[in-house]
């Protein structure tokens, strides 16, 4: 079983940057599929990205495509997600997820979850 630690949030200008860190501990990381959700107030929670166990494939949802880097160093079981060119509606909890077999965008399929971490960006 994987226990999962997002980091990284904070408050950014838009137009800023931030890189989200999830560290993953108790498991075989690279034996998981990974993906970053977020959640804004009285929204529901929608995926960003997705990035296969090998971090060969990467997924990105249409809002943040071209803005955010998401990538994954094995040997330091840990994902990142570089998110450039922030704009307020990027404001919401970012959490972390795990699957193994196969990556999927579909919250409900994740087995495992981080605790999230704020972001907030001021307009």
């Known amino acids: 079983q994987v226990q999962l630690v997002e980091s990284g949030g904070g408050l950014v200008q838009a137009g800023g940057s931030l890189r989200l860190s999830c560290a993953a501990s108790?498991?075989?990381?690279?034996?998981?599929?990974m993906a970053w959700f977020r959640q804004a107030p009285g929204k529901e929670r929608s995926l960003v990205a997705t990035?296969?166990?090998?971090?060969?494939?990467?997924y990105y949802a249409d809002s943040v495509k071209g803005r955010f880097t998401l990538s994954r160093d094995n040997a330091k079981n840990t994902m990142y997600l570089h998110m450039n060119s922030l704009k307020p509606e990027d404001t919401a909890v970012y959490y972390c997820?795990?699957?193994?077999?196969?990556?999927?965008?579909?919250?409900?399929?994740?087995?495992?979850w981080g605790q999230g971490t704020q972001v907030t960006v001021s307009s």
């Open positions: 997820a795990a699957r193994p077999y196969t990556v999927s965008g579909m919250t409900q399929q994740y087995d495992y």
């Open positions: 108790g498991g075989t990381f690279s034996a998981y599929n």
């Open positions: 990035i296969t166990w090998s971090g060969r494939t990467t």
